[in-house]
């Protein structure tokens, strides 16, 4: 069965500094993706970030970058630089792709960033 | 990237009511996918909207509690039907697009239900 664990209920993080979120994945399909959201206090969910299970290179977008490690099945988001508005709950999610775009989401972790 | 609206942004409603949400989207798509959030939890994917066909459910929800209608490729709605105050969440659309099917997925801006 596929599964998203996200091990951080809460996270802190000062302005300026870079966090990791974590994220691990279960799934024993070779053809995946593996997603992450963002969601502010309005509830609207922001698309940040996309690595494909064959994708070679980390992704990066902007301040986002993904930190895929096939063999160890995580798939961390790293923000660069933590500004206010980046506080938030974070959601990484995965897709199988013989399951159509359904996304399987973990529990989200709440991130703070500290003036 | 796909620009998605929601309607209504949040509704109150009383117990045995009905509320059908509307979800439109800017492109053409093949799949719609709508996804229910309860109070302080994560997202559950409830149904796929497909154009032409009968949406699909996922195990725990079934039609004759959300019918979903998909008239066309752009449009999409979901009824919440006999509400109670358990219905209670952010009901969210989706849809995917990108170079490879689906390599990002876009949500809409979500309908905030209470119910009474």
């Known amino acids: 069965a596929q599964k998203i664990t996200q091990t951080q209920p809460g996270m802190f993080v000062q302005e300026k500094e870079a966090v990791t979120l974590d994220c691990t994945y279960d799934?024993?399909?070779?053809?995946?993706?593996l997603f992450w959201y963002k969601q502010p206090s309005s509830g609207e969910m922001i698309f940040l970030i996309y690595?494909?299970?064959?994708?070679?290179q980390n992704a990066t977008e902007g301040r986002y970058s993904l930190n895929f490690q096939k063999a160890r099945k995580s798939a961390n988001l790293v923000i660069s630089a933590s500004q206010l508005g980046d506080s938030a709950m974070y959601f990484c999610a995965m897709r199988v792709s013989n399951q159509g775009g359904k996304l399987i989401f973990g529990q989200g972790t709440e991130l703070s960033v500290k003036p | 990237s796909a620009v998605i609206s929601q309607k209504p942004s949040r509704d109150i409603c009383q117990r045995g009511t009905s509320l059908t949400i509307q979800c439109q989207v800017d492109?053409?798509?093949?799949?719609m996918f709508w996804y229910r959030q309860q109070p302080g939890q994560s997202l559950t994917l409830i149904a796929t909207a497909n154009q032409g066909s009968e949406a699909t459910y996922e195990s725990g929800f079934v039609i004759d509690k959300f019918p979903i209608s998909r008239p066309n490729l752009t449009f999409s709605t979901l009824t919440v039907s006999n509400m109670s105050p358990e219905d209670s969440s952010i009901y969210l659309c989706?849809?995917?697009?990108?170079?490879?099917?689906?390599?990002?997925?876009?949500f809409g801006p979500g309908t905030r239900l209470l119910v009474l």
């Open positions: 690595q494909g299970s064959y994708d070679e």
């Open positions: 799934t024993s399909d070779q053809s995946y993706g």
């Open positions: 492109s053409q798509v093949t799949m």
């Open positions: 989706s849809v995917g697009s990108g170079r490879v099917t689906g390599e990002t997925q876009y």
